[in-house]
């Protein structure tokens, strides 16, 4: 008999939504628990130990209130804090984000490739590991998109500060011959449809999430946590902002409810959520 845990998924705020959003296509019943640390969005200027260390107490909340696996759905995160939280939490088994470097490089056919993603991500020994180890031979552009995350935050999915950003990141790339863009921010999948305008058809676009869905899967099955049955697992969303704003994002991009919780950051630990929307 198998034991179904819920899946703990955090990003600083809705990108990792995205991801959320791919798990549950293809584990629709599996009980889930969505941590936005709006709070302290965005983490891609933040200084790594910064954001290792929410990332460490965030994991703490989750696992407190019945995670049992994690799924860290923010690539600044994930390079800053997945091998740190692996080795503080040896029990829990963990998903994390890895910029999609490897299937783009086996699939270019110009041999250029361009990847936007936060600056902590870009500084990260986990994106030189991929880019070093997967990426021999292909020209590799990169850009920030400074500001995206908040446009993203805000709503402004097809806004013309958006749109700015993202022509700015894109022209110069798009004018080297890139084939492939890399999505290495789990926010920025909600602005693909922006993106294929810009690049237009011949331009292939990369979203890790449903990759990471898979591969949350097979550690369900692995530690024997996989729910059974057709019934829609119970999903709860906190957050470290406001709950009603969260409901409104949650709303807009998914189209889906949930049970909305406000949590409160107190000397580097979350606190108990307060009664839920």
């Avoid at 939280?85 to 963990?94: E, M, S, T």
């Avoid at 990260?124 to 020209?139: D, H, I, N, Q, T």
């Amino acid at each position: 008999m198998n034991h179904p845990a819920a899946i703990g998924i955090f990003d600083s705020g809705v990108g990792g939504l995205s991801v959320y959003r791919a798990i549950r296509e293809i584990l629709p019943a599996q009980p889930v628990i969505y941590f936005a640390d709006q709070q302290h969005v965005p983490y891609g200027s933040r200084p790594l130990e910064e954001v290792r260390n929410f990332s460490e107490a965030i994991t703490h909340f989750l696992i407190q209130h019945g995670a049992g696996l994690i799924v860290v759905a923010c690539n600044t995160a994930s390079a800053a804090a997945l091998h740190h939280l692996r080795a503080v939490f040896p029990h829990i088994p963990f998903v994390g984000m890895e910029p999609a470097v490897k299937p783009a490089a086996e699939t270019t056919r110009s041999g250029k490739v361009g990847v936007l993603a936060t600056p902590a991500t870009f500084q990260g020994a986990l994106y030189a590991s991929v880019v070093e180890r997967f990426a021999s031979g292909v020209k590799i552009m990169s850009d920030t998109c400074n500001g995206l995350v908040q446009e993203i935050e805000a709503g402004r999915l097809n806004g013309n500060s958006a749109r700015h950003i993202l022509e700015t990141a894109l022209t110069p790339m798009l004018r080297e011959g890139i084939d492939t863009v890399v999505l290495g921010c789990t926010h920025y999948p909600f602005v693909i449809p922006l993106i294929e305008e810009i690049c237009g058809a011949g331009v292939r676009v990369i979203d890790p999430a449903p990759a990471v869905a898979r591969q949350t899967r097979r550690l369900l099955e692995r530690h024997n946590l996989l729910a059974e049955g057709d019934q829609p697992g119970e999903v709860h969303f906190y957050t470290s902002g406001d709950p009603l704003t969260l409901r409104r994002q949650v709303s807009a991009l998914l189209g889906e409810h949930g049970r909305y919780h406000a949590a409160r950051w107190e000397d580097s630990h979350i606190l108990a959520p307060e009664p839920s929307l």
